[in-house]
């Protein structure tokens, strides 16, 4: 299956650059995600790298209908309703499995975004697990690893290291692009 994957990524001109980091409890952030094709470009290069990895989706993709197909590809549903509790949950999770590796997109939504969601830096900071950047690039059709960071608690530094690794990635719908940024900073 991940020989297929990496095909058909190649068959769709895309390359996939970097190499998983050793770890077994992480949060991996992808940006940016402006399009329903990051959906299917992020599994394909899960799969092509054998990731045991878990994402996030909002509740309303987990039907009865097509919510088997989202947790086949590691999907867990969240209500986004109540994201505290979310945060809580998924840093128990981190904590308690042997290995657990947590994918998620900081937009949030495909839709524009004044700011990224700060549930990731949460969840990082409170399990003290690092995050691991992955980016789709549609500027240079690159998916792949980027650095792994330790957080410090301290957020503006944390976020301007992401921010400078980030910061020349284009998404496939460039408009969409969230600012990197929390809203947390912006309230500052």
Not at 82 to 106: C, E, Q
Not at 146 to 167: A, H
Request: proline share 6%.
């Amino acid at each position: 299956m991940s020989k297929l994957c990496q095909l058909l990524l190649r068959v769709f001109g895309w390359k996939i650059v970097g190499e998983a980091p050793e770890l077994s409890h992480c949060v991996i952030i992808v940006a940016p995600h402006t399009s329903n094709w990051d959906f299917i470009i992020a599994i394909l290069f899960k799969i092509s790298k054998k990731m045991n990895l878990r994402y996030f989706g909002k509740d309303s993709l987990f039907k009865w209908y097509n919510g088997w197909f989202f947790k086949f590809f590691g999907g867990m549903p969240v209500d986004r309703t109540s994201p505290r509790n979310a945060v809580n949950d998924k840093v128990h999770s981190l904590k308690n499995a042997p290995r657990f590796w947590l994918g998620m997109a900081p937009e949030g939504t495909r839709s524009y975004s004044k700011y990224w969601r700060s549930g990731f830096y949460h969840i990082a900071y409170r399990a003290k697990v690092p995050i691991v950047m992955v980016f789709i690039d549609a500027k240079t059709k690159t998916v792949g690893f980027g650095p792994t960071l330790e957080l410090t608690g301290n957020v503006k530094p944390d976020m301007d290291v992401i921010r400078e690794f980030y910061s020349d990635k284009v998404g496939i719908k460039p408009h969409l692009t969230a600012p990197i940024q929390l809203k947390d900073e912006l309230q500052k």
